[in-house]
């Protein structure tokens, strides 16, 4: 670019870029990878379901309309963040990670062909390697979204759990797909991703007992991001996610708005 001659030219060029090409990561179509918070929303078998309470509806004898509700809900239900304090003891709360892990281009790995009917499948490198190999490296900084096909059976718990049972003794019956160890040791260390994310209701398999997965991650500081939906909206590449929690002080996790910007025209 020819160096503008004045300043008033150069904030106007400034001004342009800004309009154009400097704000085009916003300019794209948004998906919304959120699963809405209601009665219906997929807890842990040992978690409450989300409660909204109306704690005030319609109109006031002032005349104007007058609406506000309370919510309760577990941090890690629904889509949400499980920060690393979630399974490391020196590991960030929700309230100390940097935004900036929380914005990055984003990657999905879709391995639903072969797990989307299988509830004992887990990601493993290979599964990574394959998708390099088709797509390039995965970045340093990328926001890496595993879709197992999972999602598209939200909110039936049966289907999505394995089990519709609620209690302790029902988590010994979760069946749905996860990532293996060594593949979170490898996207944290040899790719030195910003945060993973997937479609089920842990980055670990159900049939987990030892969440290698999540400790593996949160020992590295990778924020983990569940629940994630509507991955088969989006395209394996060329996208930025912002998943962006609620900033709960000392919060092991917490509801999470995550979003994909597609890049313009896609
Ligand atoms: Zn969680």
Known sequence: MRRPRSPVLASAALALACASGGGAPLAG???????????????????????????????????????????????????????????????QTAEAIPPERFVGPGVVIDVSPRCAGDPECTVG?????????????????????????????????????????????????????????????????????????????????GRSTHFEAHRVLADRGVPILENVASLGELPATSFTVVALPMKIGGGSGGPLRIVAILAPGG
């Open 29 to 91: 179509r948004v998906v919304d990878l959120t699963h809405p918070f209601d009665s219906t929303t997929v807890y842990w078998p040992t978690g409450e379901g989300f409660e909204l309470t109306v704690l005030s509806d319609g109109p006031t004898p002032d005349g104007y309309t007058y609406r506000a509700n309370s919510f309760c809900a577990a941090e890690h239900g629904g889509t949400h963040l499980d920060a690393p304090a979630h399974f490391s003891e020196q590991g």
């Open 125 to 205: 490198v290979a599964d990574v390697r394959a998708f390099e190999s088709r797509h390039g490296r995965i970045p340093e900084g990328a926001i890496v979204l595993l879709r197992t096909g999972f999602g598209e059976r939200w909110p039936d718990r049966a289907a999505y759990l394995g089990t519709d049972e609620r209690g302790a003794a029902a988590v010994a019956k979760l069946r749905f797909p996860g990532l293996d160890a060594e593949a979170a040791r490898f996207l944290a260390e040899e790719r030195r991703i910003d945060a993973v994310g997937i479609d089920t209701a842990s980055i670990d398999p």
